[in-house]
């Protein structure tokens, strides 16, 4: 396993239309979450799972966005009638409930975006 | 609302010099404090985190302080290296949440 896979790395997609992220986390983590980041700025929590059920969803994730983890392992991101200002970086991140919650690990983000 | 953010947006220091980069966090509620790396490309990578119970904590040549009093938290890079040049976060985590409340980020230029 080489930890936190994204897919794809990067997406340019007209404004209007729909597009959907992919997020492998590593094998044996149980907790998932999904972040969005702009350039300069640090990471915004959007929403998180602990196995297939969501159990936190930030305020910043509109009734455009949509995430699933169906089977409890890999997780998408789908945002609806994307818009100029969803173009960022989608940071997925993955933990071991049985490890410190702080140390999640990263994947490389896919980059978005809207023309 | 209440948010972690940085004192200094770049710093630059000579190789092999010390380095300090600094946050102020205003969350009294916070558990955990933690440091993340993130490279150009990459997603952040964890350094080192600090529970709200410690004043300090060491690692391989990082040290995190935390000053409770003035909410204040310090991440210091022993004989800094060009490849720890990156941009540097600082995060919180109440006990009681699971996501992470990050900065707005310090880069980090090291000056061979």
């Known amino acids: 396993d080489t930890g936190v896979s994204q897919d794809p790395r990067h997406k340019i997609t007209k404004r209007g239309q729909n597009v959907t992220f992919r997020c492998d986390p590593i094998?044996?983590?149980?907790?998932l979450y999904w972040y969005r980041q702009t350039l300069g700025q640090g990471p915004e929590f959007l929403t998180y799972?602990?196995?297939?059920?969501?159990?936190?969803k930030s305020r910043l994730l509109s009734d455009r966005f949509s995430a699933e983890r169906p089977k409890g392992s890999f997780s998408t991101l789908e945002i609806q009638r994307t818009e100029q200002g969803d173009s960022a970086m989608y940071l997925c991140?993955?933990?071991?409930?049985?490890?410190?919650?702080?140390?999640?690990?990263f994947g490389q983000g896919t980059r978005l975006t809207v023309v | 609302g209440e948010s972690v953010g940085l004192h200094l947006p770049t710093l630059s220091v000579q190789e092999g010099d010390n380095s300090i980069i600094n946050c102020a966090y205003s969350?009294?509620?916070?558990?955990?404090f933690i440091w993340y790396k993130q490279e150009s490309g990459k997603g952040p990578q964890f350094i080192i985190d600090?529970?709200?119970?410690?004043d300090k904590r060491q690692g391989q040549r990082v040290t995190v302080l935390l000053n409770k009093t003035v909410k204040h938290l310090s991440l210091q890079i022993a004989a800094t290296q060009p490849g720890d040049s990156a941009v540097y976060f600082c995060?919180?985590?109440?006990?009681?949440?699971?996501?992470?409340?990050f900065g707005g980020g310090t880069r980090l230029m090291v000056k061979p």
């Open positions: 991140a993955s933990s071991s409930q049985g490890t410190s919650h702080t140390e999640a690990f």
């Open positions: 094998s044996e983590h149980n907790r």
């Open positions: 799972f602990q196995n297939e059920a969501q159990l936190e």
């Open positions: 969350n009294s509620a916070s558990d955990y």
């Open positions: 600090i529970r709200s119970n410690m």
């Open positions: 995060a919180e985590k109440s006990y009681a949440g699971n996501m992470l409340t």
